[in-house]
């Protein structure tokens, strides 16, 4: 049976740091509220000219580089990101020019912080239909840029950054003990728009500003994400002390706590880069899980849980055999 073998990890995070006390010079809040509201203590800022495209490229190289797959043998690129360079072209076909590859076929992925989620399921499916062996798997963000500075309520919550996988084809006998994907459960419920949105973009003739109904979001957050981490778990007949990590999207610790305690994750088995990162979106789960590698704490043949849920909304959960 055809599988999709995560090959290596690659990250990158703009040099420019906003602590919570510099964000207090911005906007009327305070390190306090932050840490006891979301968990989060700093988050990364692009530079001024500092793209999307130039994050996932830098994030790519590194997963490239971590996996000992050569950039002429990508033939896909799936870029998941909610603030593309421009309109278009897409932001992965910029990032395959920068990676100087010719070949293959590239493409974005719009599902908000689900989206990275939505991106492996996606290359998953596409190395198991045998149109793609090696695939270059992004999460890229600036969502500084669609920030309302002047909004508390929202600006204090993200970051900017980028984490990016190579997934390559490999063979397994069927079971549970293979490498690679095992399961993938997408969902998304577009009656909820009003609760996280941006509220322009190219048809409306403007880029727009992140809107939210934080408490509204939380709320559904929790219920959603465990649907689909039970649907993963059933799928798989696995349970939640068979998981090794837990490597959930970064929106704020007391989702993971309310998530991880709801299913029975073991409260050690969760990696979370929110106080670091803030909520960097797309990138957040590749982000985490470059972390917990390079740390020495994912490693080969562990069995590996994200789970994400965004705008939209979308959320869903992949199952992954390290
Ligand atoms: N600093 C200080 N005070 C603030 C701030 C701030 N940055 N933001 C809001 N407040 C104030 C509010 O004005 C309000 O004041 P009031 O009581 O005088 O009216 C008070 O704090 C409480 O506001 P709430 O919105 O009720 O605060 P809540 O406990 O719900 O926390 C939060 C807000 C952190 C946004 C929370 O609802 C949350 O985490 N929601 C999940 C949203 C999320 O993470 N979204 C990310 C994208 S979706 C995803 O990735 C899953």
Known sequence: ???????????????????????????????????????????????????????????????LKNSGVHADEIDLIIVATATPDDTFPATATVIQAQLGIERGFAFDMQAVCSGFVYAVATADNFIKAGQAENVLVIGAETFSRILDWEDRTTAVLFGDGAGAIVMQKG?????????????SHLHSDGRYRDKLYVDSGPSRGAVGHLRMEGKEVFRHAVVNIA????????????????????????????????????????????????????????????????????????????????????????????????
Do not use: C
């Open 1 to 63: 049976m055809i599988r999709s073998v995560v090959k290596g990890v690659g990250a990158y995070l703009p040099e420019r740091i906003i602590t919570n006390a510099e964000m207090a010079t911005l906007v009327d809040t305070s390190d306090d509220w932050i840490t006891a509201r979301t968990g989060i203590k700093q988050r990364h800022i692009a530079a001024e000219g500092e793209l999307t495209s130039d994050l996932g490229t830098a994030a790519a190289r590194e997963a």
């Open 171 to 183: 063979e397994g006998d069927g079971t549970n003990k293979d490498r690679g994907v095992l399961t």
């Open 227 to 322: 649907e689909a981490i039970d649907e993963a778990l059933d799928a798989t007949g696995l349970e939640a002390k068979d998981i090794d990590w837990f490597v959930p999207h970064q929106a704020n610790k007391r989702i993971l706590d309310a998530t991880a305690k709801r299913i029975g994750l073991k409260p050690e088995s969760v990696v979370v880069t929110v106080a670091q990162h803030a909520n960097t979106s797309a990138a957040s789960v590749p982000l985490a899980l470059d972390v917990a590698v390079k740390d020495g704490r994912i490693k080969q043949g562990d069995m590996v849980l994200l789970e994400a849920m965004g705008g939209g909304f979308t959320w869903g959960s992949a199952l992954v055999r390290w």
